[in-house]
């Protein structure tokens, strides 16, 4: 992302600014979101994994991959920090609680 709009921080140092604000916010709430939404439903199935490793926070710092976030903005593409789940703790069953959990990051988006 601040690669393709290099040449925009010459022309009009503003915008350039102002976009890269936004998109550290979006990418911010969007990563914690995303991941938060695996965790808690996770969680509600029955799997303490996520809140033993701290993944039950609003804090983007818990939910952000530095080299992930590093790409994201440099490249436009990279990832946020996966939540650690055990899907065998689960009260529905593995595959089951797996599924809903992994829908839960998209479908939050």
Do not use: C
Not at 17 to 31: E, R, S
Not at 82 to 109: E, F, S
Request: net charge positive.
């Amino acid at each position: 992302m601040i690669l393709r709009n290099w040449e925009l921080l010459a022309r009009d140092p503003a915008a350039f600014f102002a976009i890269l604000a936004a998109l550290v916010i979006t990418l911010l709430v969007g990563f914690t979101l995303h991941e938060l939404s695996h965790a808690a439903v996770a969680h509600r199935l029955g799997d303490r994994t996520p809140q033993r490793a701290g993944r039950l926070t609003l804090n983007p710092l818990a939910h952000l991959d530095p080299m992930g976030t590093l790409l994201l903005l440099l490249a436009g593409f990279g990832w946020a920090k996966p939540v650690p789940i055990n899907p065998y703790a689960m009260r529905i069953g593995a595959k089951a609680g797996m599924a809903l959990t992994a829908a839960a990051g998209p479908l939050t988006n």
